[in-house]
Protein backbone atom coordinates (compact mmCIF):
# COMPACT_ATOMS: atom_id res chain seq x y z
CA UNK A 1 0.00 0.00 0.00
CA UNK A 2 1.44 3.33 -1.02
CA UNK A 3 2.26 5.47 1.81
CA UNK A 4 4.01 9.23 2.41
CA UNK A 5 7.49 8.73 3.68
CA UNK A 6 9.56 11.40 5.59
CA UNK A 7 13.08 11.74 6.30
CA UNK A 8 15.38 12.10 8.63
CA UNK A 9 13.06 10.44 11.58
CA UNK A 10 14.98 13.02 13.97
CA UNK A 11 16.84 16.01 13.37
CA UNK A 12 19.19 17.27 15.87
CA UNK A 13 20.05 20.97 14.88
CA UNK A 14 21.73 23.99 17.02
CA UNK A 15 19.81 27.48 17.34
CA UNK A 16 19.93 29.70 14.16
CA UNK A 17 21.24 26.59 11.40
CA UNK A 18 19.02 25.62 8.54
CA UNK A 19 17.19 22.81 8.41
CA UNK A 20 15.32 21.15 5.36
CA UNK A 21 12.55 18.23 5.84
CA UNK A 22 12.11 16.05 3.44
CA UNK A 23 8.62 13.97 2.20
CA UNK A 24 7.82 11.64 -0.60
CA UNK A 25 4.33 12.23 -0.97
CA UNK A 26 2.13 9.68 -2.56
CA UNK A 27 2.76 9.63 -6.68
CA UNK A 28 -0.63 10.58 -7.83
CA UNK A 29 -1.27 12.99 -5.26
CA UNK A 30 -1.48 16.46 -6.52
CA UNK A 31 -2.06 18.26 -3.02
CA UNK A 32 0.76 18.46 -0.43
CA UNK A 33 0.49 19.84 3.34
CA UNK A 34 3.38 20.52 6.31
CA UNK A 35 2.02 20.05 9.55
CA UNK A 36 3.83 20.05 13.18
CA UNK A 37 3.00 19.17 16.62
CA UNK A 38 4.48 20.92 19.04
CA UNK A 39 5.31 18.21 22.50
CA UNK A 40 2.16 18.41 24.36
CA UNK A 41 0.28 20.67 22.02
CA UNK A 42 -1.89 20.39 19.06
CA UNK A 43 -1.48 19.56 15.30
CA UNK A 44 -0.86 22.59 14.05
CA UNK A 45 -1.68 23.26 10.13
CA UNK A 46 1.48 25.50 8.69
CA UNK A 47 0.98 25.19 4.67
CA UNK A 48 -0.66 23.66 1.41
CA UNK A 49 0.93 23.45 -1.73
CA UNK A 50 -0.80 22.80 -4.99
CA UNK A 51 0.19 23.19 -8.49
CA UNK A 52 3.34 24.18 -7.45
CA UNK A 53 2.77 27.06 -5.18
CA UNK A 54 1.47 27.55 -1.73
CA UNK A 55 -2.12 27.24 -1.93
CA UNK A 56 -2.94 28.56 1.68
CA UNK A 57 -1.02 29.04 4.54
CA UNK A 58 -1.35 29.85 8.33
CA UNK A 59 0.39 32.64 10.68
CA UNK A 60 3.09 30.25 11.86
CA UNK A 61 4.14 29.74 8.24
CA UNK A 62 6.56 33.20 8.13
CA UNK A 63 9.36 34.03 6.02
CA UNK A 64 11.65 31.69 8.06
CA UNK A 65 9.66 28.86 6.95
CA UNK A 66 9.82 27.91 2.64
CA UNK A 67 8.53 24.78 0.95
CA UNK A 68 9.71 23.41 -2.56
CA UNK A 69 8.64 20.27 -4.50
CA UNK A 70 12.55 20.15 -6.27
CA UNK A 71 11.56 17.16 -8.78
CA UNK A 72 8.49 15.09 -9.06
CA UNK A 73 8.45 13.28 -5.88
CA UNK A 74 9.82 15.39 -3.12
CA UNK A 75 8.17 18.18 -1.11
CA UNK A 76 10.66 19.65 1.82
CA UNK A 77 10.24 22.08 3.88
CA UNK A 78 13.25 24.39 4.73
CA UNK A 79 13.17 26.59 8.25
CA UNK A 80 16.14 29.40 7.49
CA UNK A 81 17.21 29.92 10.63
CA UNK A 82 15.90 27.20 13.83
CA UNK A 83 14.58 28.86 17.28
CA UNK A 84 14.39 26.93 20.26
CA UNK A 85 10.37 27.09 19.41
CA UNK A 86 10.68 25.31 16.43
CA UNK A 87 11.31 22.15 18.20
CA UNK A 88 8.80 20.30 17.29
CA UNK A 89 6.81 16.99 15.54
CA UNK A 90 6.71 17.81 11.64
CA UNK A 91 4.62 15.87 9.45
CA UNK A 92 3.89 15.80 5.90
CA UNK A 93 0.47 14.83 3.83
CA UNK A 94 -0.44 14.60 0.40
CA UNK A 95 -3.91 13.96 -1.21
CA UNK A 96 -5.38 13.69 -4.34
CA UNK A 97 -7.95 15.56 -3.75
CA UNK A 98 -8.75 18.39 -1.44
CA UNK A 99 -10.21 15.87 1.54
CA UNK A 100 -8.85 12.76 2.90
CA UNK A 101 -5.04 13.11 3.84
CA UNK A 102 -2.23 10.48 4.27
CA UNK A 103 0.27 11.25 7.11
CA UNK A 104 3.87 10.43 7.21
CA UNK A 105 5.46 9.07 10.19
CA UNK A 106 6.79 12.83 11.08
CA UNK A 107 10.27 14.18 11.73
CA UNK A 108 11.31 15.03 15.18
CA UNK A 109 12.99 18.24 15.32
CA UNK A 110 14.87 19.07 18.31
CA UNK A 111 16.62 22.98 18.30
CA UNK A 112 19.47 23.16 20.75
CA UNK B 1 -13.92 30.24 10.24
CA UNK B 2 -13.60 26.55 11.57
CA UNK B 3 -13.18 24.69 14.73
CA UNK B 4 -12.55 21.67 16.84
CA UNK B 5 -13.24 20.53 20.25
CA UNK B 6 -12.61 16.92 21.55
CA UNK B 7 -14.59 17.08 25.03
CA UNK B 8 -12.07 14.68 26.98
CA UNK B 9 -8.85 15.18 26.92
CA UNK B 10 -8.30 11.63 28.25
CA UNK B 11 -11.00 8.56 28.30
CA UNK B 12 -10.29 5.37 29.82
CA UNK B 13 -12.84 2.38 29.38
CA UNK B 14 -12.26 -1.66 30.10
CA UNK B 15 -11.46 -3.72 27.26
CA UNK B 16 -14.99 -5.30 26.00
CA UNK B 17 -17.18 -1.91 26.66
CA UNK B 18 -17.94 0.44 24.42
CA UNK B 19 -16.26 3.77 23.13
CA UNK B 20 -17.26 7.13 23.33
CA UNK B 21 -14.86 10.02 22.12
CA UNK B 22 -16.77 13.51 21.60
CA UNK B 23 -15.95 16.12 19.16
CA UNK B 24 -18.13 19.37 18.67
CA UNK B 25 -16.86 21.45 15.10
CA UNK B 26 -17.65 24.69 13.71
CA UNK B 27 -16.99 25.80 10.47
CA UNK B 28 -18.18 28.60 8.48
CA UNK B 29 -18.34 26.49 5.10
CA UNK B 30 -19.51 23.24 4.73
CA UNK B 31 -17.22 20.66 6.37
CA UNK B 32 -15.37 17.58 5.66
CA UNK B 33 -14.93 15.69 9.33
CA UNK B 34 -12.43 12.96 9.83
CA UNK B 35 -10.94 11.15 13.03
CA UNK B 36 -7.10 9.91 12.88
CA UNK B 37 -5.15 7.58 15.39
CA UNK B 38 -2.07 8.41 16.63
CA UNK B 39 0.04 5.04 18.42
CA UNK B 40 2.78 6.59 20.01
CA UNK B 41 5.80 7.39 17.82
CA UNK B 42 3.80 6.15 14.82
CA UNK B 43 1.96 8.46 12.65
CA UNK B 44 -1.78 9.57 11.77
CA UNK B 45 -3.92 7.14 10.61
CA UNK B 46 -6.94 7.45 8.85
CA UNK B 47 -10.20 5.75 10.93
CA UNK B 48 -13.35 7.46 9.21
CA UNK B 49 -14.59 10.27 7.09
CA UNK B 50 -17.46 12.36 6.45
CA UNK B 51 -17.87 14.38 2.91
CA UNK B 52 -21.39 15.07 3.04
CA UNK B 53 -22.72 11.70 2.41
CA UNK B 54 -23.96 9.14 4.48
CA UNK B 55 -24.39 10.51 8.16
CA UNK B 56 -23.34 7.51 10.07
CA UNK B 57 -19.79 6.47 8.40
CA UNK B 58 -17.86 3.86 9.28
CA UNK B 59 -14.50 2.80 9.43
CA UNK B 60 -11.55 0.68 10.51
CA UNK B 61 -11.05 -1.34 13.18
CA UNK B 62 -15.25 -1.64 13.98
CA UNK B 63 -15.00 2.65 15.02
CA UNK B 64 -17.83 4.43 13.78
CA UNK B 65 -19.08 7.92 13.65
CA UNK B 66 -22.69 10.08 13.71
CA UNK B 67 -22.15 13.91 11.71
CA UNK B 68 -25.14 15.43 13.48
CA UNK B 69 -25.17 19.38 12.26
CA UNK B 70 -28.30 20.39 14.46
CA UNK B 71 -25.53 19.38 17.51
CA UNK B 72 -22.84 20.11 15.39
CA UNK B 73 -20.93 16.82 16.78
CA UNK B 74 -18.99 13.95 15.12
CA UNK B 75 -18.63 11.86 18.22
CA UNK B 76 -16.61 8.72 17.63
CA UNK B 77 -17.67 5.18 18.85
CA UNK B 78 -17.11 1.35 19.17
CA UNK B 79 -18.91 -1.41 20.73
CA UNK B 80 -16.48 -3.00 22.44
CA UNK B 81 -12.90 -1.34 22.93
CA UNK B 82 -10.05 -3.67 22.51
CA UNK B 83 -6.11 -3.14 24.45
CA UNK B 84 -5.00 -2.30 20.75
CA UNK B 85 -7.58 0.24 20.37
CA UNK B 86 -5.40 2.52 23.04
CA UNK B 87 -3.66 5.54 21.67
CA UNK B 88 -4.66 9.59 20.57
CA UNK B 89 -7.34 10.16 18.80
CA UNK B 90 -7.87 13.66 16.47
CA UNK B 91 -11.13 14.94 15.58
CA UNK B 92 -10.30 16.78 12.19
CA UNK B 93 -12.29 19.53 10.74
CA UNK B 94 -11.53 20.52 6.70
CA UNK B 95 -13.54 23.18 4.38
CA UNK B 96 -15.44 21.03 1.76
CA UNK B 97 -14.94 23.99 -0.76
CA UNK B 98 -12.83 27.32 0.11
CA UNK B 99 -9.68 26.83 1.80
CA UNK B 100 -7.07 24.16 2.59
CA UNK B 101 -6.69 24.57 5.86
CA UNK B 102 -7.19 21.72 8.24
CA UNK B 103 -8.01 22.01 11.91
CA UNK B 104 -7.60 19.23 14.81
CA UNK B 105 -8.79 19.04 18.01
CA UNK B 106 -6.68 18.57 20.96
CA UNK B 107 -6.67 15.05 20.66
CA UNK B 108 -8.38 12.50 23.61
CA UNK B 109 -6.24 9.93 24.63
CA UNK B 110 -8.06 6.72 24.90
CA UNK B 111 -6.72 4.43 27.77
CA UNK B 112 -7.70 0.69 27.69
CA UNK B 113 -7.84 -1.38 30.92
CA UNK B 114 -7.57 -5.32 31.14
Known amino acids: EPEVTQTPSHQVTQMGQEVILRCVPISNHLYFYWYRQILGQKVEFLVS????????KSEIFDDQFSVERPDGSNFTLKIRSTKLEDSAMYFC??????????FGPGTRLTVL | AQSVTQLDSHVSVSEGTPVLLRCNYSSSYSPSLFWYVQHPNKGLQLLLK??????LVKGINGFEAEFKKSETSFHLTKPSAHMSDAAEYFCVVTPHTGGFKTIFGAGTRLFVKA
Open chain 1, 49 to 56: FYNNEISE
Open chain 2, 50 to 55: YTSAAT
Open chain 1, 93 to 102: ASSEARLEQF
